[in-house]
């Protein structure tokens, strides 16, 4: 008799661990610990490895809002707790920027508030978290075409620039084995290298969310200027912006190979496992779905970029067997699917386009 394929086996797995999780979070005891919490960590990277989330929804992310907010600050006291709520906050953020919605849990943005800000991944939550608040702030907001509305508008887009201001000072201030290297192929072209893959990844979420704030702005900058009749003062904002949003979609697409194990950190390209190994680990390539499908939604880059980043989605699909990649990859841009991915978020201003 045949063995079950292994996604099969490991769907059953998957429902005893999941059945084991509920009984776990029975009891308030049982349900703060790193291993309950580990476990739904696990289970909800299973979902998108198995291609199980219902579209962008992740049906962990109601479970981490309760869990973080029962854990409390202690579980910042020690190294695995940092770790996992790092890990499961992410999600929860991710989550509530690609849907544009408030965080359920206000607990949580009180303890992300303690994290250490002058270690890199925190000091980049910490303002990633604040511009997932501007975002869920100025697109759930409804009201007449009144001052106040213009009042509202002026003051997300001051704060959309002091978050601007952040985000550039990240890059600025982090030790040197977290900088890009720039290498040259045989071909000529620039890439980019990092010391490994984990930096690699926080790079391209550190520039998707400089990409998708200044998109913001840009479409916060038209609607005030809508209102008052003034496009003048958008169209001084309007180069930079989009000179800001090139710049990251190259870098993004400069360290792709190294990211996809194409290239090591001197630029040099690895040779095909004899033994068909992937050329990087999984968890590598899990971790860089969003940011990249971010980019690719806006479609602010060039054709070859667009291609470029969706080409990779689908061999993190294809060759890591991460189904959530494909049906990103399958997405297309945001000018093709903006009804269904993201609704017109000034439904007080009619529609520009």
Same mark, same amino acid.
């Given at each position: ?12 797995y998957y429902?005893?661990?999941?059945h084991?999780?509920? #009984?776990l979070?029975? @009891? %308030?005891s049982q !349900?703060v610990r790193d291993?309950?919490?580990? @476990? &739904?960590? /696990?289970?909800s990277?299973?979902?998108? /490895?198995?291609?199980?989330?219902n579209g962008?929804h992740?049906?962990h992310?109601?479970?981490?809002g309760?869990? &973080? ?5 202690s579980?910042?006291s020690h190294?695995?707790g %940092?770790d996992?709520?790092i890990?499961? *906050?992410a999600h ?11 965080? #359920?849990?206000a607990?949580?943005?009180?303890? =992300?508030?303690q994290?250490?800000?002058?270690e890199?991944?925190? %000091?980049l ?5 604040? $511009?997932?608040?501007?975002? !869920?702030e100025s697109s759930?907001h ?6 106040g ?8 887009i001051?704060?959309g620039n002091?978050?601007a201001?952040?985000?550039a000072s990240?890059?600025q201030?982090?030790p040197?084995h977290w900088?890009?290297l720039? =290498? *040259? +192929? !045989? +071909?000529?072209?620039p890439l980019m ?6 930096i690699?990844? $926080?790079w391209t *979420?550190?520039r998707?969310?400089r ?6 702005l840009?479409d916060?900058?038209?609607?005030l ?8 003062a958008?169209?001084?904002h309007r180069d !930079?912006?989009?000179?800001? $949003?090139?710049?990251?979609?190259t870098?993004t697409c400069r360290s792709i190979?190294f990211s996809?194990?194409?290239i ?5 390209? /690895? ?10 680990r ?9 940011p990249?499908w971010y =980019?690719?939604t806006?479609? &602010?880059?060039?054709?070859a970029?667009m291609e470029q ?5 689908g061999r =993190?699909?294809s060759?890591?067997?991460i189904k959530?990649?494909?049906m990103l990859?399958?997405?297309g @841009?945001?000018?093709q699917h903006?009804t269904?991915?993201t609704?017109?978020?000034y %439904?007080?201003?009619?529609?520009t386009s």
């Amino acid at each position: 008799m045949k063995a079950p394929p292994l996604l099969l086996k490991a769907r059953g797995y998957y429902g005893l661990a999941l059945h084991g999780l509920r #009984r776990l979070l029975g @009891t %308030r005891s049982q !349900a703060v610990r790193d291993e309950t919490f580990a @476990t &739904m960590v /696990i289970l909800s990277i299973f979902e998108d /490895i198995a291609g199980e989330r219902n579209g962008l929804h992740s049906s962990h992310t109601k479970g981490f809002g309760l869990l &973080m907010g029962m854990r409390g600050e202690s579980q910042l006291s020690h190294a695995q707790g %940092r770790d996992l709520f790092i890990c499961a *906050y992410a999600h929860t953020l991710i989550e509530s920027i690609v849907l544009r919605t408030r965080p #359920r849990h206000a607990s949580t943005e009180l303890i =992300v508030g303690q994290l250490d800000g002058s270690e890199p991944v925190p %000091r980049l939550m910490l303002t990633a978290s604040k $511009i997932g608040q501007l975002f !869920a702030e100025s697109s759930s907001h409804q009201g007449p075409l009144d001052t106040g509305t213009i009042s509202q508008l002026t003051t997300w887009i001051e704060t959309g620039n002091i978050l601007a201001l952040e985000m550039a000072s990240w890059s600025q201030h982090l030790p040197d084995h977290w900088l890009p290297l720039v =290498v *040259y +192929t !045989a +071909t000529g072209g620039p890439l980019m290298t990092y010391q490994n893959a984990s930096i690699a990844a $926080i790079w391209t *979420y550190y520039r998707a969310a400089r990409i998708s704030l200044q998109r913001h702005l840009l479409d916060l900058r038209q609607t005030l200027a809508s209102l008052v009749g003034d496009n003048q003062a958008c169209d001084i904002h309007r180069d !930079a912006a989009l000179e800001e $949003i090139q710049e990251m979609t190259t870098d993004t697409c400069r360290s792709i190979p190294f990211s996809l194990g194409d290239i090591d950190a001197l630029g040099q390209t /690895i040779p095909a496992s004899a033994e068909g190994r992937p050329p990087v680990r999984a968890l590598y390539g899990y971790l860089m779905l969003w940011p990249l499908w971010y =980019v690719l939604t806006f479609g &602010m880059g060039t054709a070859a970029q667009m291609e470029q980043i969706r080409s990779a989605l689908g061999r =993190v699909g294809s060759v890591l067997g991460i189904k959530l990649a494909l049906m990103l990859a399958q997405q297309g @841009t945001m000018s093709q699917h903006a009804t269904a991915l993201t609704p017109n978020p000034y %439904r007080f201003v009619p529609s520009t386009s």
